[in-house]
């Protein structure tokens, strides 16, 4: 895998959350509903400590419903709170003011039976670059906040935006990485349009896509292309494409290359509807073979 991330840029980024950190009682973790595990950042627990901490599955738009309900309580059995929103159009905002009193009513219950006047609870959005945090933040503050940028000399206050009653949420995010030491991490980034396509090989990002829709979503996969039946072949797959989407090259044979261009374009475009690539089952079983391979 030829994906190299800066050890430099991480740790930057690193040391800017852990100064916000300080700053507040709640981490909203941001992760892509389509792909809640491979959007996360690892690390992200031993960065925050035991900072109390609400999973947003943003995009819950463009996933699908069954999983993401299946995701929400997966987090749920681990203790951690979940909420399915779609920021770009303000669905289930409310959500996650609710969530975050919730976590917080013991703590605030302590502080109110010590006499102590209950204050709005703070919170800050974690997550990777187009996870949406920018998004979620403008909607939450319900106009549109200026983007002021990095100007040398100039250091920027952090500032408070005021949600619902009982919430202030920085104005600005915490940035952090992907990581994926897994190449289908890398994939599956690349189909929901986290990453940049130049990282990755575009054959490899459609065959991955491909069998991914074979093995998960064949009915769509067919209906999608046309077809009587879906087919795990992904080089037929990329053939009846090029065919279909008129990508021939000078010789008449199929364009591979602009199939597979295609084939990414328009699953991140959705053509085949809402789709997870992001399986709780599937991650369950991974975690039962490493720890089966410990044994
Ligand atoms: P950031 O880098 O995390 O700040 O991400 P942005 O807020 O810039 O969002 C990245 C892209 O995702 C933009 O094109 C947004 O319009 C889109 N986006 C953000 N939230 C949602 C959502 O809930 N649903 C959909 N469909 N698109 C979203």
């Known amino acids: 895998m030829t994906i190299q991330w800066f050890p430099g840029h991480m740790a930057k980024a690193r040391r800017q959350v852990t100064e916000k950190l300080k700053l507040v009682d709640v981490i909203f973790e941001l992760v892509d509903a389509r792909i809640p595990q491979s959007s996360a950042n690892p690390m992200l627990g031993e960065i925050i400590h035991q900072k109390k901490r609400i999973i947003i599955l943003n995009k819950a738009d463009m996933a699908d419903e069954a999983v993401t309900k299946k995701w929400i309580e997966f987090y749920r ?11 770009w159009q303000g669905k289930n905002m409310h959500a996650i003011e609710r969530a975050a009193q919730e976590v917080m009513a013991e703590k605030f219950e302590r502080l109110r039976a010590k006499g102590m006047k209950p204050r709005a609870i703070r919170a800050m959005i974690l997550g990777i670059p187009n996870v949406g945090k920018s998004t979620l933040i403008n909607r939450l503050a319900k106009k ?8 040398p000399g100039v250091t920027k206050a952090q500032q408070w935006i005021k949600v619902g009653k009982s919430l202030e949420l920085l104005d600005t995010p915490g940035i952090l990485w992907p990581k994926f030491e897994d190449q289908s991490v890398g994939y ?17 990002i459609a065959a991955f896509g491909l069998a991914f829709l074979y093995q998960h979503y064949p009915r769509e996969l ?26 021939m090259d000078r010789y008449h044979e ?19 509807g809402r789709i997870s690539f992001d399986i709780p089952e599937e991650i369950e079983e991974q975690a039962n073979d490493e720890d089966h391979r410990d044994d």
């Open 254 to 272: 199929p364009d591979y290359g602009r199939a597979a261009e295609a084939v990414v374009k328009e699953i991140r475009q959705q053509k085949m």
């Open 222 to 247: 067919a209906t999608w292309l046309g077809l009587e039946q879906s087919l795990d072949d992904t080089t037929e797959l990329l053939r009846l494409i090029a065919e279909k989407r008129h990508l």
């Open 188 to 204: 599956k980034l690349a189909l929901t349009g986290a990453i940049k396509d130049d990282l990755l090989q575009m054959e490899d």
């Open 77 to 87: 059995a681990q203790g951690l709170p979940a909420v399915a929103v779609n920021s």
């Open 144 to 151: 549109n906040i200026a983007k002021t940028g990095n100007k």
